[in-house]
């Protein structure tokens, strides 16, 4: 039995021409269930994780210890408007900042292994 479809263009009248029909084939999908332990997930993890200790224990710049020329983090009473309860200052600028920065650095550990053929 053949599906007439398609439509060509012949002079002035539109004739129509068979086309044959697709039989659906039949595929098997292979599922990845190694989310949660990959190693681009631990990559991600650990990139993430480093970031956000560093500032909560006094290793990196945040908004409430900002850096002088020397490179010297000081305690200043600048909160960025927002205070939390926690004891070193720790708030929710400080997160965003240095969860993003942390997600930056896993991209590109995870791009430049994956460009370099060992991921």
């Given at each position: ?49 480093l ?18 020329a ?18 070193a ?9 240095l ?21």
């Amino acid at each position: 039995m053949q599906a007439v479809s398609a439509r060509s263009f012949v002079g002035q009248g539109v004739t129509a021409r068979p086309v044959a029909a697709r039989q659906a084939r039949r595929s098997s999908v292979v599922v990845r269930a190694d989310y949660l332990g990959s190693t681009t997930n631990q990559i991600m993890v650990l990139s993430t994780f480093l970031p956000l200790v560093a500032g909560r224990f006094g290793l990196a710049p945040t908004s409430t210890r900002h850096t002088n020329a020397g490179v010297k983090l000081l305690p200043q009473d600048k909160a960025a408007g927002l205070y939390s309860n926690d004891p070193a200052g720790f708030n929710a600028v400080d997160v965003l900042a240095l969860g993003a920065l942390g997600h930056v650095i896993g991209v590109g550990i995870v791009l430049g292994l994956k460009g370099t053929g060992n991921l």
